[in-house]
């Protein structure tokens, strides 16, 4: 070796060693820091709990609501924060209550199915919130809830006084949830109706066939819709004040809550501008598109084209059909059902591209066979082939389903004025929350206990409330209500 050489590899033995000394200096760090990793992260969150799933209380135990709700949408949403175990008190109006207590009555003297369907779960307490012995209570119970929920006419809350500011004062940790018809803008004035928001959120321009008028659906999307979305809104902000510590306002717009269900509209209406909208059947009929997405009868909302189809018995009995869908991967298995096992090798019909502007021809011939067949027999067959149909179920069907009745979907609850009724229970099932369905109050049911018990009223001074008239209805609205 020369001595150049000698030095070469004198120095790279030496650069190896330092190397493995950075290599040991860099391992022994993450060693000493060994004890921290093995600390369980918890997130500040309890241990779990040990006891059976359903006996640790409910989701929402100890959420405090004051529901200032009325009519559908305001009602939809607290009663399912009610089912998740929060304590809902409905403030109403002393002698007149909830508007829909007395419509659409089909018991005489009884609340109506309206009212007692959408507000299970709830205490009642009557309150004139106009009256100062009524808003002195309501301040009372701003301090001891979590949230306010309301649903009036734009205006109406800072009307009796309950501004955000003035609410906000008095209880920084309040959330204030409020359904409107619409959000800022040209229209937020104007009361809704639940029609109204189907046509103004694009689902009634979006419903129905092409040849006839724009339909509003019987699903209660404006509503009840709204109603779903406040309720996440608010579960959201309860989780926010855990950090923040403070309330907030939240605000769902019926035509903000229609539109987000109608998404897959405004979807087409993109797709519209590159071509037309091919599973659509006026593309298939020849039918030339205009610029906004028409209606599309019964096709299929996705990729996948559907059709309600005749089943047996259609001739007297309305409601003899079936949602049929010829998705790809089992065309063949449709093709041997329905007695065309040609189409599966035909290059007219053997690909779904192919079949778009024949879908007219294929599901006559689909309806063809579902005709020799009732709508669960349909379902059987299909169902064992996995092709996915759908029976269109009456109401009554969906009353008298048993596993329905098992799942706690529809409910018998019992009601001392108007008796046993069926009401929808929770849709949405949590095995550590199980929801137990409550009948809906009585006018006022849980006024004196509210008082007294929640908020701490003595005797003398619930005597002074209740001769104020804050509490108790004047003659005039007692008949106008009766
Ligand atoms: N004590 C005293 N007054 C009370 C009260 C109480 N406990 N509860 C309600 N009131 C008063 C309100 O203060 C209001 O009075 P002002 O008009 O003088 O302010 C009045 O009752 C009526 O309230 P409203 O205007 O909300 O009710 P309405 O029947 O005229 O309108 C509706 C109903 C639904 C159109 C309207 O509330 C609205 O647009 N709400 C928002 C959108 C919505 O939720 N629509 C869904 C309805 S379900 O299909």
């Known amino acids: 070796m020369t001595n150049k050489k000698a030095k070469k590899s004198k120095a790279k033995a030496k650069s190896k060693a330092a190397a493995k000394r950075v290599v040991k200096l860099k391992s022994k760090k993450p060693a000493a820091r060994k004890p921290a990793a093995k600390k ?6 309890p241990r779990p709990s040990s006891k059976p799933w359903g006996q640790a209380g409910k989701a929402l135990d ?15 949403c ?3 924060l009610a089912y998740m175990g929060a304590d809902v008190i409905k403030v109403e109006r002393p002698g007149v209550g909830d508007i829909t207590r007395g419509q659409l009555r089909d018991v005489k003297g009884a609340d109506s199915l309206y009212f007692t369907m959408l507000n299970g779960n709830k205490r009642s307490i009557t309150i004139d919130s106009k009256h100062p012995k009524g808003r002195e209570i309501l301040d009372r119970l701003i301090k001891y809830c979590d949230v306010l929920v309301e649903n009036f006419a734009p205006g109406a809350l800072d009307r009796m006084g309950l501004t955000w500011e003035y609410i906000h004062k008095l209880n920084p940790r309040m959330i204030v949830a409020s359904v409107k018809g619409f959000g800022p803008g040209p229209y937020e004035e104007c009361k809704v109706y639940e029609n109204v928001a189907q046509c103004a959120g694009g689902s009634a321009s979006t419903t129905g066939f092409r040849e006839g008028p724009p339909l509003v659906t019987g699903a209660q999307i404006g509503d009840s819709g709204t109603g779903l979305h406040l309720a996440f809104g608010i579960v959201c902000a309860l989780h926010q004040r855990l950090r923040t ?24 209406q993109q797709r519209l501008a590159h071509g037309p909208l091919t599973e659509y059947s006026q593309y298939g009929e020849g ?13 299929s909302g996705g990729g996948q084209p559907g059709r309600i189809l005749k089943c047996k018995g259609w001739e007297t009995d309305p409601d003899a059909y079936i ?7 089992v065309w063949e298995a449709i093709c041997d059902l329905i007695g065309k096992p040609e189409w599966k090798t035909d290059p007219d019909y053997a690909k779904p591209f192919a079949r778009l502007p024949r879908l007219k021809q294929i599901f006559t011939t689909i309806e063809q066979w579902t005709m020799t067949k009732t709508k669960f027999e349909v379902m059987d067959i299909c169902n064992k082939l996995d092709i996915p149909v759908g029976p269109i179920l009456s ?20 009601h001392p004025t108007r008796g046993k009724y069926l009401t929808v229970g929770n849709p949405v099932k949590m095995p550590d929350s199980v929801t137990e369905v409550k009948r809906s109050p009585l006018l006022g049911e849980h006024t ?7 908020l701490g009223y003595s005797a003398a001074e619930m005597a002074a409330i209740k001769s104020s008239g804050a509490i108790t209805a004047p003659e005039k609205a007692k008949a106008e209500a009766a």
Do not use: W
């Open 287 to 299: 039918i030339p598109f205009g610029d906004a997405v028409p209606r599309a009868g019964n096709d």
């Open 323 to 329: 949602y049929f869908i010829t998705q790809a991967p």
């Open 78 to 80: 607290t009663q399912l």
């Open 245 to 268: 510590g403070r309330g907030q306002k939240v605000l769902t717009a019926m035509q903000d809550g229609v539109l987000n269900l109608a998404r897959v509209k405004l979807r087409d």
């Open 448 to 454: 004196v206990e509210i008082l007294s018990k929640v």
């Open 40 to 45: 369980p992260v918890s997130n500040g969150l």
């Open 395 to 414: 109401m009554k069907e969906i009353a008298e389903e048993p596993s329905l009745r098992k799942t706690g979907t529809v409910v018998e609850v019992d």
């Open 62 to 76: 100890g959420v405090r609501i004051l529901d200032f709700t009325h009519v559908q949408s305001g009602p939809t």
